[in-house]
């Protein structure tokens, strides 16, 4: 189901796309993107951003986030995602780091309804925090922590928005 909705969402085995814009936004914050950062992006940049798995009506909050920095929400810059890369990048990034034990970078947001804060680690795994948890939790791949946000959730449908200030540039 997993790899279904990401398809949808226009990932494919083997993409690779143009990231300037990101590495950009990342040499802009004084953070240059390390080599598994770049591999992250180039495989899942740009694909829909918001999900509507279990509501019929676009009109309403997605309830599943695929946001990676930058944030390009169809239009509208979000004030908060400077606040976001800057405490991801400073104090919260120490303590993933040491979970980790290894170097990692902030790469955004992902989840269902309440999304996790997402990191990733120079060998690739991704570390993800939530709201309402303490424990920081490490999963091999995207699709992994995918899995894991929709564990709960039942659907039979899903609808997406695209980034559209990508739409033709990736």
Known sequence: KVKQLMEYAGWYEGRSVDISIAEQYYANHGVPMMKTTQRFYRKYFGLCCEWYLAQKKLKWAADFEFALFPYLVNGIKNHLEDAYFRDMSGCELAEIEQAAGQ???????????????V??????KLYAKYE??????????VFALIERELRQCKFDSAAMKTVEALDGKI
């Not at 970078?105 to 804060?117: D, K, L, N, S």
């Not at 990191?119 to 690739?124: A, H, P, T, V």
């Open 119 to 124: 990191w990733i680690s120079e060998y690739g």
């Open 103 to 117: 170097k990692c970078q902030p790469i955004g947001h992902i989840g269902y309804y309440y999304p996790a804060e």
């Open 132 to 141: 309402y948890q303490d424990e920081i939790e490490c999963f091999p791949d």
